[in-house]
């Protein structure tokens, strides 16, 4: 599972700087592939977009950060 999450971890990094070029330049990186229409791209954009849900729906499991002890409420309970 680590090499799963690299994997997203990356794709979401370049799905990331795909959007700043977009918002900054108006230029797609899709555009190398042929454009938006074009088969790879299409799929680079699913791969990018099924590595956010996958981070998303395990980064507390993941993430070394949430290991970290969590803040409790006056009764010694988890929030």
């Not at 918002?23 to 074009?38: C, E, M, P, R, T």
């Not at 699913?46 to 949430?66: E, F, N, P, Q």
Request: proline residues 3%; hydrophobic residues 50%; aromatic residues 8%.
């Amino acid at each position: 599972m680590k090499a799963l999450h690299g994997i997203a971890f990356v794709l979401v990094i370049v799905g990331g700087l795909n959007w700043l070029l977009v918002g900054l330049f108006g230029w797609d990186v899709g555009n190398i592939f042929g454009g938006q229409s074009a088969l790879i791209s299409k799929i680079v954009y699913i791969l990018v977009g099924l590595s956010a849900v996958y981070l998303v729906t395990t980064h507390k499991k993941d993430c070394k950060a949430c290991e970290a002890k969590m803040p409790t409420s006056a009764s010694g309970n988890p929030m």
